[in-house]
């Protein structure tokens, strides 16, 4: 449409920038800058769209420089949206919760990890009081306190309802005019790091209480022998020999938390190759004959004898000597042994069957964690350490398999393991 009427247009233009500013004041004064400059955009679009410049005149001019806003506007509002996409890529990629709350307590926005910590999906969080949602007085308390004081505030909080778990909570004011006007809270999960800590804790505590034991008892024959037991010619062997039998003890324990860190380290690399699994445990039932003979057990290898694999073969060779001897410890006089292997889903699962004492249910679950033995005091007496296991899985999961045990106290067990078949 053309407008020739010099006033007409210039009346127009004038409403134009009337229409603009009233929306944009309006809009600023409902705090929506977006809205306002969204509608003012449409408005100049519309506006612009139909007034064409036929001359070099004055109108033409004001008509070319209002194009120009226009299209500065949206380009400002591109800016805008696109900024906008960055914060929630950046509030929904964090792994830290992210609530915001107003001033009267009532949840604004959460991100995705809100979500996930407290199962609760964000339209049933956004726009409700805060403990109505997320029923724990404690946050509530920091909330309170952080809108009331206008400070920032830090604190660990081992939650038990509505999750078990241990979080970190950041909270801080966002102030409008320099008055609260909501509050910010940053929530970091810590379980799993306070897990892990109370797990190297443990492990540090039970390494020093295995050293020790042996060493305690070193030390007090030494000093026995010291002081006179050494002429006494018919305890001083009997001494030696125990003291032999605890620095056994002690090598072995070193050798197995070194082997433990070593495959902890992750720098690990197996050297795999082909090789008959048949005759691996061949071998080790071989190595074994002493122990077999003494407690008379019967033991059978039921493996295909075309059985092969790929792996490491000197570390499969410690998984099967490791569950074999446990076997063999744990069983009964005159007690069996049976080794067979079943096809599963693409695995090979290699089953150690024994008649022993069995374990019990509550400690099945426990029983491939470091140090962890149904009888301390009869792993010790059998030259256990409690890692042989642990060593198990490791060297088994390395491997892309699995570890598992069945057993019925009393009966026996079965100890297995998977690996790939490649
Ligand atoms: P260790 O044998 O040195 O004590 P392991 O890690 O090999 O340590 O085993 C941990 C515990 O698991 C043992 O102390 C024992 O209580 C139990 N256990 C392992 N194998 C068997 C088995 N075949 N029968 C019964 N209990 C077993």
């Not at 929506?32 to 004055?58: C, H, M, P």
Request: aromatic letters at 8%; one cysteine or more; glycine letters at 6%.
């Amino acid at each position: 449409m053309k407008i020739n009427n010099y006033n007409f247009r210039l009346k127009l233009i004038f409403s134009y920038i009337i229409i603009i500013v009233v929306i944009f004041g309006f809009s600023a004064f409902l705090d929506n800058v977006l809205l306002g400059l969204f509608i003012a955009l449409a408005l100049s679009f519309v506006f612009t769209y139909k007034i064409s410049i036929d001359s070099k005149n004055e109108s033409d001019k004001l008509v070319a420089t209002l194009n120009k806003m226009a299209k500065k506007l949206e380009d400002k509002i591109n800016e805008i949206e696109i900024k906008n996409q960055h914060l929630v890529a950046i509030l929904e990629s964090m792994v830290e919760g992210i609530i915001v709350v107003d001033k009267t307590s009532r949840i604004v926005s959460v991100n995705i990890t809100v979500e996930n910590i407290f199962s609760i999906s964000k339209k049933n969080l956004e726009g409700k009081i805060f403990l109505e949602v997320i029923r724990n007085n404690d946050i509530s308390d920091i909330i309170s306190a952080v809108l009331k004081k206008g400070e920032f505030t830090s604190c660990e909080l081992t939650l038990v309802w509505p999750v078990q778990k241990i979080f970190q909570i950041n909270a801080s004011p966002i102030f409008e005019k320099g008055i609260v006007n909501g509050c910010l809270l940053v929530i970091h999960d810590m379980t799993e790091i306070r897990k892990l800590e109370t797990m190297r804790r443990d492990f540090v505590a039970n390494v020093s209480h295995e050293l020790k034991t042996p060493l305690t008892s070193i030390k007090g024959f030494l000093e026995t022998l010291l002081e006179g037991a050494l002429d006494d010619k018919e305890n001083n062997r009997h001494f030696l020999i125990i003291m032999q039998n605890h620095t056994e003890r002690l090598n072995k324990l070193v050798d197995d938390l070194l082997s433990l860190s070593h495959l902890e380290s992750k720098e690990i690399l197996l050297k795999k190759d082909f090789f008959s699994l048949y005759q691996q445990v061949a071998k080790v039932i071989t190595n074994c004959g002493a122990q077999l003979k003494k407690k008379k057990i019967e033991i059978k290898n039921e493996l295909p004898v075309d059985l092969s694999v790929n792996a490491d073969r000197d570390k499969i060779e410690g998984v099967v000597t490791n569950l074999i001897d446990n076997a063999i410890k744990f069983n009964i006089e005159s007690g069996t042994i049976r080794i067979y292997s079943q096809d599963q889903n693409g695995n090979i699962k290699i089953i150690i069957e024994d008649s022993g004492i069995g374990i019990p249910e509550k400690d099945m679950p426990r029983i491939f964690e470091r140090f962890y033995r149904v009888d301390k005091a009869r792993s010790t007496e059998l030259g256990g350490t409690g890692l042989g296991l642990s060593i198990v899985k490791h060297i088994v999961e390395l491997h892309g398999g699995n570890v598992g045990v069945e057993s019925v106290e009393g009966l026996g067990s079965k100890f297995w393991f998977t690996l790939p078949k490649q």
